[in-house]
């Protein structure tokens, strides 16, 4: 599976983006998707996970109420949907996708998840 972010871009506090991840490749097994980010100077932290049917979100508590994370299996598309973004919302986003046994299952951790998006960059200015 390969995965293709979407740009991400220059918003000021307050603001909204929304980050798309398009997969591509062997996409016919049900997988996860999720999103992470690394701030400057910071590690990779977990942002928030779908689980293959859609029914299942998780989010980091940064981030609950703000982000919405959502997926189309007919486009094989995953979006972030970020909405009254902040200064420390400021980073480089991946998205992540791997293989799931179960319908309703996700992965808050990076070891579970195999395959990985470019990483694109966005930043809020205050």
């Known amino acids: 599976v390969q995965l293709q972010a979407s740009a991400g871009g220059l918003v000021q506090a307050g603001g909204s983006l929304r980050l798309s991840c398009a997969a591509s490749?062997?996409?016919?097994?049900?997988?996860?998707m999720g999103w992470f980010r690394q701030a400057p100077g910071k590690e990779r932290e977990f942002v928030a996970t779908?689980?293959?049917?859609?029914?299942?979100?998780y989010y980091a508590d940064s981030v609950k109420g703000r982000f919405t994370i959502s997926r189309d299996k007919v486009k094989n598309t995953g979006y972030l949907q970020m909405n009254s973004l902040k200064p420390e919302d400021t980073a480089v986003y991946y998205c992540?996708?791997?293989?799931?046994?179960?319908?309703?299952?996700?992965?808050?951790?990076?070891?579970?998840?195999?395959?990985w998006g470019q990483g694109t960059l966005v930043t809020v200015s205050s």
């Open positions: 992540a996708a791997t293989y799931s046994y179960t319908d309703t299952g996700y992965y808050t951790r990076e070891s579970p998840y195999t395959y």
């Open positions: 490749g062997r996409t016919g097994s049900r997988y996860v």
């Open positions: 779908i689980s293959w049917s859609g029914s299942s979100q």
